[in-house]
């Protein structure tokens, strides 16, 4: 999975680490039994941990614990089939009733995401100051921020707009545990 939207300094930083073991991973297979789309989500606990994962400064208005949303990649030729939508769908349904204030994330500018975002009601704007060195951008870096009130808003618009991938990819498994 290869992204136009930055380059990987060190490929390293893609396997599995302690972060994942800690963390949920939720994936879309396909029929060999293989990942086509993945996405990882897990619990920020306050300001100073989430600008520590994400690597950038945040708003000091932000709320937490924040479920942040990242390392979500689909496999080329299984784009633009709204998979990445339907594991957000999924993450979303299982915070709904969890307290946690917010969902956080990163995307680069013109990222096919990016208008699905607004359009679910995130919040975008440029860090001050991003530290990230792991990846090394083609686009500017926007972070992502979803208020807890919008989060059902949200979920019914990404049900309306995955329908057909989420009866296509149906959620298998036990519901999702986070550490809070």
Excluded at 46 to 54: F, L
Excluded at 90 to 111: D, Q, R, T
Excluded at 145 to 170: F, G, N
Aim: hydrophobic letters at 40%; proline letters at 6%; a neutral charge.
């Amino acid at each position: 999975m290869r992204a136009e939207e930055f380059r990987l300094a060190e490929p390293t930083v893609l396997l599995w680490n302690e972060r994942d073991d800690h963390d949920v991973v939720l994936a879309a297979w396909d029929e060999l039994g293989k990942a086509i789309s993945t996405m990882r989500g897990g619990i920020a606990r306050d300001k100073q941990e989430a600008e520590e994962r994400i690597q950038c400064t945040l708003p000091d208005a932000y709320v937490f614990p924040s479920l942040l949303l990242d390392r979500g990649a689909t496999k080329e030729e299984y784009r633009g089939r709204a998979l990445n939508a339907a594991l957000r769908y999924y993450f979303f349904l299982g915070i709904l009733n969890l307290p946690i204030y917010s969902v956080l994330g990163a995307v680069y500018e013109k990222a096919p995401r990016v208008n699905t975002m607004m359009s679910l009601g995130y919040t975008l704007f440029a860090p001050a100051r991003s530290r990230q060195t792991h990846l090394l951008p083609n686009r500017p870096l926007l972070i992502t921020y979803l208020q807890h009130v919008k989060i059902q808003d949200a979920c019914d618009r990404l049900m309306t707009m995955a329908h057909s991938v989420l009866d296509e990819y149906p959620w298998k498994g036990d519901p999702l545990r986070f550490s809070l």
